[in-house]
């Protein structure tokens, strides 16, 4: 008989592969608009332990888009931790020197959904191998345009441009995957639409399970050669 429980249908989907997915180690950078869903869903999906880090409170501009923001006032990572016991969080400012700091080396998966360009950029520098990223998920409405490519094929996105030009400057030679949308932007300040930033987030909790199994059997075939 199937064991039931909150992970019985990822099961199902998933098989003999949840076992990778319930032993790996992500870390997310950001859980407002994009990062929040996104750890939601790999909390939901079964992923083994999950570290969120942002130094951010809820505030009432939130309320249109970000999960959990219902809780004005309240530390963001502190909401995801007590909803979740795989989750365990971090309130600190991600920057540049804390990434240069941080040891990265026990996690399957580094997501970045921050928008600070240095703090992007140190993260590609450091962890680029590992390394899922967000571009601009604000000034949009239509999420069919939300798509995943590397760094290097995004267009109509800004916000990637000046990625790829700091990268550029600090002599970056890798690549990694990121999630953007192909719409021209439709305002100057940062409207958003949660339409949008929560299809950002989903894509990015998708591309990391889905990279978490392609590397589980890449690791299986070449210890079978």
Known sequence: MDKIDRF??????FEDDFDVISNSKIIVFGVGGVGGICVDALARSGVGKIIVVDKD????????????????????VDEFKKRYENIEAICDIVTPEFVDKFD????????????????????????HKKLISSMGGAKRIDATQVKIASIYKTYNDPFARKIRYELKKANFKGNYDVVFSSELPRCQKLGSFMGVTAVFGLNLASLAIRKLLNSSKMGYNQNKN
């Open 8 to 13: 019985t249908r990822s099961r199902w989907l």
């Open 57 to 76: 409170k809820f505030d009432i501009t939130n309320q249109n888009r970000q999960i959990y923001s219902e809780a004005v006032g309240n530390i963001k």
């Open 104 to 127: 990265f080396s026990s996690f399957d998966i580094v997501i970045d959904a921050i928008d600070d360009v240095p703090a992007k950029v140190a993260l590609a520098l450091k962890t």
